[in-house]
């Protein structure tokens, strides 16, 4: 690949990092705004948990479907139009009469939830196709800066969008995001139609290609195993993997759901003071610890690995178990930067240790993996908020991401195992961008790589 090939790439990877930031901003001002909206127009709080149920259970549909969804289309095209719907969804909430508010609220949940996921999907495992071998760490790294800086802005600034605008206000800069979002996928050099196999046949050909990989070893042509199932049985370690991001997923509702009760027991005056100090810091980690893993990756030539993941989830979980101990201000904030960093630290991780699985594997391990964080995600919202009328924010958050940090263990462990045959560094993955035949231990046929197999482009 020449300069001139990376640097375009490069630039047009940032457009794209630029609108998901935007659109970031949006659904995370909408968090507020359409809780906030849902309660306004039901009167029952009941009526929240089931928007929020809706939401996370089409996410989890679309998770399961998401490998299907691109055999069949473009990464470009799936990415376009999931930006383009959930911006058509909150048109027709802005639009819809008083009688058919409600129900047009739970499609908007529903519509919001499995776009949305469609789109990190596409995005995650299209990756290295956009940016090229060596680096993936970097573009996952200016991704999760984005969207932490995108959090923080739309949590903020949602009291004063609802309160001074309106809600009409909030969902119409929401949809002007997404389909700021969509403009920008336009940008990618991609194909926008139907997926296409190399030898030039349509989407519906190339599905048959990938689920030969489905098919028994017998060669009987029938489909035994789910190929999500297979891309977690090629390689090590990766269930363990995926497993441990469904149990952080549980951990992450129970501080999310706990902050707000904290919140207002350390200040009953103030409570969303607390709020908006820890989630600055938190974002504030994330970003820094970004630029310090770019550093890294430019420098060695490698990107945090397997284990990495592993020792980044025990220290997250451990962080925020201490932001709720009741510690001073002063200890509260260092641990909340320290939470942030270690937060970006795994999902960067993470995201770059699937993308070395090949191009089939890896959009069924991300595909199946957004099912996984939707599902513990989803369990951990109903389980906690009940516990929290009972036990202390403390209790319920220790033992949600205790359980994180005994899983975490457990895969250290098991990576640990794996390393000395290997002879890998710890905490990294051999270096970014080598190619099919310098792949040493990394390769399908030479080894294996932390669980990961090396990605053939």
Known sequence: MTSGTAALQERRYRILVTGYAISSYGTFLNVVALSLYVYAVTDRALAVGVFMAVRLAAGFVAGLA????????????????ANVAQA???????????????????????????????????????????????????????????????????????GVVVSLLGYTAAFLVDMATFLVCALTV?????????????????????????????????????????????????????????????????GSSSHNAALPVYSTERDADNPAVFVSVFWCVWALGNVLVQQVLQRYTKRTGRSVGALGFGLGTIAMSGTFILAFAGLPWAATVLVALLAGAADGLTEVSY??????????????????????????????????????????????????????????????????????????VPGSEEPEGKGKGESGAGSARGGHRDGAEVSGG
């Open 66 to 81: 998401a490998a299907a969804v691109l055999a069949r289309w473009s990464a470009k095209g799936v990415m376009f139009w």
């Open 186 to 250: 336009l940008l990618l050099p991609m194909p926008m139609g139907p997926a296409r196999g190399d030898d030039g046949k349509d989407g519906k050909d190339n599905q048959g290609g990938r689920d030969r990989q489905e098919e028994s070893a017998d060669g009987s042509g029938r489909r035994r195993v789910p190929a999500a199932l297979v891309a977690l049985g090629a390689v090590p370690v990766l269930g363990l993997m995926v497993a441990l991001r469904g149990i952080d997923a549980l």
């Open 351 to 424: 995201t770059s240790h699937l993308q070395t699985l090949p191009s089939p594997l890896r959009t069924h391990a991300f595909g199946l993996s957004a099912t996984v964080e939707n599902l513990g995600f989803g369990v951990g919202m109903i389980v906690v908020a009940a516990a929290l009328d009972v036990f202390t924010p403390l209790s319920v958050v220790g033992v949600a991401h205790g359980a994180a940090i005994v899983l975490a263990l457990v895969y250290v462990a098991r990576v640990l195992r794996g390393r000395p045959a290997q002879g890998a």
């Open 88 to 158: 058509a969804a909150l048109l027709l909430l802005v639009l819809a009469p008083d009688g058919f508010r409600t129900g047009t609220l739970f499609a908007v949940s529903a519509v919001v939830g499995a776009s949305g996921t469609l789109f990190m999907v596409t995005l995650r495992s299209s990756i290295p196709d956009m940016v090229g071998e060596g680096r993936h760490t970097w573009a996952n790294s200016l991704m999760v800066s984005g969207r932490s800086m995108a959090m923080v802005a739309g949590f903020a600034s949602s």
